[in-house]
């Protein structure tokens, strides 16, 4: 089973310039999620789309915007990336919303702005 | 902000002992959850505990849940140097929308 996949793995960006983190789950899973992790800070949830059809913004999602393309599929588009989202990014998908069911995380998104 | 905080930061310990980390939280809770995460890998699930469950268990993992304190602890025993790893704990903040991480501990088992 694939569970969650994330692409690309590795990216490198210049400031100004746009890019699209893709995600896909294949547990037919009604929740997703982006999360991004940095040094000492945990991770911090930047949108979260708890059924298909609905997106909502979570802790920190200035400079991102999201698109629930369908059930399987969840991207994270950063229209003018800025040093200050070199991050490891992490998508994650669950049966239930919220904390009722376990999240199943992909391997993450490694991005660099400089 | 963060709901859940873990404590010790980082622990190191040699295989064989027990390992004990804990997550204090500030709002009411419906569910709290633990994780596990492998260096440079996505974060795995170890166990979701309901706010009226007390203790869980799975495998050679221990999950406590003291709602009056807003305290869990997570106890690993017989640890072994696989179990290295960020364990973290999530908690939704009484939504049922949103999961919440703490910033993890650092558990490092010493062959």
């Known amino acids: 089973n694939a569970g969650v996949t994330q692409t690309p793995k590795f990216q490198v960006l210049k400031t100004g310039q746009s890019m699209t983190l893709q995600c896909a789950q294949d547990?037919?899973?009604?929740?997703m999620y982006w999360y991004r992790q940095d040094p000492g800070m945990g991770l911090r949830l930047i949108y979260y789309?708890?059924?298909?059809?609905?997106?909502d913004k979570g802790e920190v999602p200035n400079g991102y915007n999201v698109s629930r393309l369908n059930k399987r599929e969840f991207s994270l588009r950063l229209e003018s990336a800025a040093p200050s989202q070199t991050s490891v990014y992490f998508c994650?998908?669950?049966?239930?919303?919220?904390?009722?069911?376990?999240?199943?995380f992909g391997n993450g998104t490694r991005l660099t702005v400089t | 902000s963060q709901q859940g905080e873990e404590d010790p930061q980082a622990l190191s310990i040699q295989e064989g002992e027990n390992a004990t980390m804990n997550c204090s939280y500030k709002?009411?809770?419906?569910?709290l959850q633990w994780y596990r995460q492998n260096s440079g890998r996505g974060l795995v699930h170890l166990i979701l505990?309901?706010?009226?469950?007390r203790e869980k268990h799975s495998g050679r993992l221990r999950v406590t849940l003291d709602t009056s304190k807003k305290s869990s602890s997570l106890l690993i025993t017989a640890s072994r140097a696989a179990d290295t790893a960020s364990y973290f704990c999530?908690?939704?903040?009484?939504?049922?929308?949103?999961?919440?991480f703490g910033k993890g501990t650092l558990l490092t088992v010493n062959p």
């Open positions: 994650a998908s669950s049966e239930d919303p919220g904390g009722r069911s376990p999240l199943h």
């Open positions: 547990m037919n899973h009604n929740s």
């Open positions: 789309s708890a059924s298909e059809g609905t997106t």
């Open positions: 709002t009411s809770i419906n569910n």
């Open positions: 505990i309901r706010s009226n469950e």
């Open positions: 999530a908690t939704d903040g009484g939504s049922n929308y949103k999961l919440t």
